[in-house]
């Protein structure tokens, strides 16, 4: 039995088809549990009986079926789960609903009709992205914490008397106990959760400090029983019945496999996708039109001025629709012996402190890079002057578009004042995978 639930939650999909002329069974139905030796076991999948008497899963041909009239029973050969090949005896059918018996196992099925799922779905208006902020588990009062606290009291005075008593006295390094925190450290995800604009679809998406974990499925308000039907989701989160607690604008409060999750809402993010090319760039190019810095007195002076370049970084992640925030700093510093302004550039993710290249550039600025310390621009033109305003404040800025030697977009908000100071910068190329690789650096703070 675990054998047959594990096959069916990888199998679990949507699957719609109209039903044609046959036997009443034909059509979309939903499995919903399978109850076996008194047990009942839940098991979501749609699957879809054609004329043909071919059985479809998703995009899978789940099996063949080939009916007996007389006896009332569904002959199911299974191409992937050998337990499902068989003889279903027909318990129960009716417009809403078939249960069908082979030995000890009852397979329980409703009908699956996507436009009035739809329907039903689209009352709920969750279409759009929803991050998770809260998962409490059920069954723990704030009584019990209080009892919990008291005798963890106790306790700890039981032992500092015992400890005083016999003047035992434990030290434990923090270098050792440090290790032995992150061995046992569990990192928790940031969990992000987008309903389709179809109100049949689901994406969910698991955040975590090294890579990203992703799972869909469809999903169905249940109106009479307060709940939402989460199918081909992950178990955790999303899977099976989960009653629902609250949905507004706002907020989306569900409770499921004994925790209560709390979800908000995010306003979609608007992006600045560069289009440019270089066809572009020849027909709006001026001439005599050259960036705000060159003088390299004036940069060494900034330089020696400014503490740190703070910048809000935003890497966009466009499956999930949002960025993925850290932090950007670029500190300055002067050799005056040798005439060359370095800056060296950091990355702060969480706890993580990333150490950058240090990058230097001497007399020759404004012939070599006039954008240092960001790339170097291979073709570019000046778009235009424009008053921006950021976290660290309102400037003016020359703004330029143009591509690095590699073929990346890049558009500067250059301050005209502040050489070396960029208020914003939106870098945008394809990566070995040949996907977008978006990022923007916004002006925080000057120090």
């Known amino acids: 039995?675990?054998?047959?639930?594990?096959?069916?939650?990888?199998?679990?999909?949507?699957?719609?088809?109209?039903?044609?002329?046959?036997?009443?069974?034909?059509?979309?139905?939903?499995?919903?549990?399978?109850?076996?030796?008194?047990?009942?076991?839940?098991?979501?999948?749609?699957?879809?009986?054609?004329?043909d008497n071919d059985i479809i899963n998703g995009e899978l041909v789940f099996g063949?079926?080939?009916?007996?009239?007389?006896?009332?029973?569904?002959?199911?050969t299974s191409f992937l789960v050998s337990e499902f090949t068989g003889d279903w005896e027909i318990?129960?059918?009716?417009?809403?609903?078939?249960?069908?018996?082979?030995?000890?196992?009852?397979?329980?099925?409703?009908?699956?009709?996507?436009?009035?799922?739809?329907?039903?779905?689209?009352?709920?208006?969750?279409?759009?992205?929803?991050?998770?902020?809260m998962k409490t588990d059920v069954g723990i009062s704030e009584t019990a914490l209080e009892e919990d606290v008291e005798e963890e009291a106790v306790e700890e005075g039981a032992v500092e008397e015992s400890a005083a008593e016999e003047e035992v006295v434990e030290e434990v390094s923090n270098e050792n106990m440090e290790a032995y925190e992150s061995e046992f450290e569990v990192e928790l995800p940031?969990?992000?959760?987008?309903?389709?604009?179809?109100?049949?679809?689901?994406?969910?998406?698991?955040?975590?400090?090294d890579y990203t974990s992703s799972s869909s499925g469809s999903w169905m308000y249940k109106p009479k029983q307060k709940s939402i039907l989460f199918i081909a989701g992950r178990r955790g989160v999303l899977a099976g019945n989960a009653e629902l607690k609250k949905s507004d604008k706002n907020a989306l409060i569900f409770e499921n496999a004994n925790s209560v999750y709390t979800f908000e809402k995010l306003e979609d993010v608007k992006v600045e996708e560069l289009t440019f090319d270089y066809n572009y760039l020849n027909q709006h190019r001026k001439e005599e039109s050259y960036p705000p810095w060159s003088n390299f007195e004036a940069l060494m002076k900034q330089a020696s001025t400014t503490g740190a370049l703070v910048y809000d970084k935003g890497v966009y992640d466009k499956e999930i629709g949002i960025f993925k925030n850290s932090v950007a700093i670029y500190k300055p510093s002067v050799d005056d012996e040798n005439e060359r302004v370095i800056f060296?550039?950091?990355?702060?993710?969480?706890?993580?402190?990333?150490?950058?290249?240090?990058?230097?550039?001497?007399?020759?600025y404004g012939s070599e890079n006039e954008f240092f310390p960001q790339?170097?621009?291979?073709?570019?033109?000046?778009?235009?002057?424009?008053?921006?305003?950021?976290?660290?404040?309102?400037?003016?800025c020359t703004v330029v578009i143009g591509f690095s030697d590699d073929g990346a977009r890049f558009k500067y908000w250059m301050i005209d004042e502040k050489p070396a100071v960029f208020a914003k910068v939106i870098s945008q190329r394809k990566n070995y995978r040949g996907k977008m690789e978006y990022i923007m650096l916004e002006l925080n703070k000057i120090r």
């Open 1 to 51: 039995m675990k054998k047959l639930i594990f096959i069916i939650v990888l199998l679990s999909s949507v699957s719609i088809a109209s039903a044609a002329k046959g036997p009443k069974f034909l059509g979309s139905w939903m499995s919903e549990k399978i109850i076996s030796e008194g047990q009942s076991h839940n098991m979501f999948m749609a699957i879809t009986f054609e004329a």
């Open 64 to 76: 063949i079926w080939d009916y007996e009239k007389n006896t009332k029973r569904i002959h199911i």
């Open 91 to 133: 318990m129960e059918l009716s417009k809403e609903r078939l249960i069908l018996k082979m030995g000890d196992y009852q397979w329980h099925l409703f009908k699956y009709d996507e436009k009035k799922i739809a329907a039903t779905n689209a009352k709920l208006k969750l279409s759009g992205l929803w991050k998770m902020v």
């Open 190 to 209: 940031t969990i992000y959760l987008r309903f389709d604009k179809n109100n049949m679809e689901f994406k969910l998406n698991e955040i975590y400090k």
């Open 344 to 364: 060296t550039d950091y990355t702060i993710e969480g706890s993580d402190t990333i150490v950058g290249e240090e990058i230097s550039i001497g007399s020759e």
């Open 375 to 396: 790339a170097v621009l291979s073709d570019y033109i000046i778009l235009k002057k424009e008053q921006i305003t950021v976290p660290a404040g309102t400037f003016e």
